[in-house]
């Protein structure tokens, strides 16, 4: 047999109509259903999506919208005003990582960080932000647990930077200024007064609002010298607490 005889292989492989080529009403179902699901499928992703960023957001918001921070946004704005205090936040920075965040403040053109040992412990990499936008990777020069007090070294030129002041250069009721990133707030100025009580050889007492955050902030007098650095919040009282300008000269790095 000639298997190229057409007209016994027209008898064996009949063409199917043109019908069996078209879509019937079951393929429509199917493709309906498969759309439906993936349809199912968007909505519960986008549904959880948007729960995770309500529910972050519901944990941020205490943090970044209170009464608290309205009063000291508002007078943080207040302050800024003064061209020194614009001046003293050139030198204040931000210190993080990934997982937290406190304040420093540079003392030297070539940079030397002041901040707190708790801010610091732990953190890696230690990350410094200026408030001009530059970042640098930070190292720990010294760090004092006793007095809660780091030094850390940066590589840079040409940076703004604070003064400290000399020893036994304040007295109770002396006007101050506290410069910060509390409850994740940035450059937040807030002034008060050094309490009575306060001791060169162990704490300085403020009225100025201290919040989470604020550690390793500068206490600033008003010749825009540095007597203090924050640590702590007295839960007894609300009292700003912070290691006087005197144990911080006594720690201080000597090529510095």
């Known amino acids: 047999m000639n298997p190229y005889d057409k007209s016994e292989n027209e008898d064996q492989f009949e063409e199917p109509p043109l019908e069996d ?4 009403e079951e393929d429509e179902w199917l493709r309906e259903k498969a759309k439906r699901r993936n349809l199912v499928v968007k909505r519960t992703i986008t549904l959880g999506v948007s729960i995770a960023l309500l529910v972050s957001l519901l944990q941020i918001w205490p943090q970044v919208f209170n009464l608290s921070s309205i009063k000291f946004l508002q007078k943080s704005a207040e302050l800024s005003q003064q061209e020194d205090i614009q001046a003293y936040k050139e030198a204040v920075v931000t210190v993080h990582d990934q997982n937290s965040r406190g304040t420093g403040f ?3 053109e070539n940079g030397l960080i002041i901040t707190n040992h708790h801010v610091v412990d732990k953190m890696n990499p230690i990350t410094v932000t200026f408030p001009n936008g530059e970042i640098f990777q930070a190292e720990i020069l010294q760090s004092y647990p006793d007095t809660d007090l780091a030094f850390l070294e940066i590589k840079a030129k040409n940076l703004p930077a604070l003064s400290l002041s000399q020893p036994n250069s304040w007295t109770a009721f002396d006007q101050i200024y506290v410069i910060g990133n509390p409850l994740l707030h940035n450059q937040i100025a807030m002034d ?11 704490l300085l007492l403020l009225s100025a609002p201290i919040y989470k955050g604020n550690s390793g902030s500068p206490v600033i007098n008003l010749e825009g010298n540095v007597i203090g650095v924050v640590f702590a919040l007295s839960r007894k009282d609300q009292t700003g607490l912070a290691i006087p300008v005197e144990k911080v000269l006594e720690k201080l790095p000597e090529r510095y």
């Open 192 to 202: 008060g007064e050094i309490l009575e009580g306060s001791d060169k050889n162990g």
């Open 21 to 24: 080529f078209l879509p019937n």
């Open 106 to 108: 540079n003392i030297s």
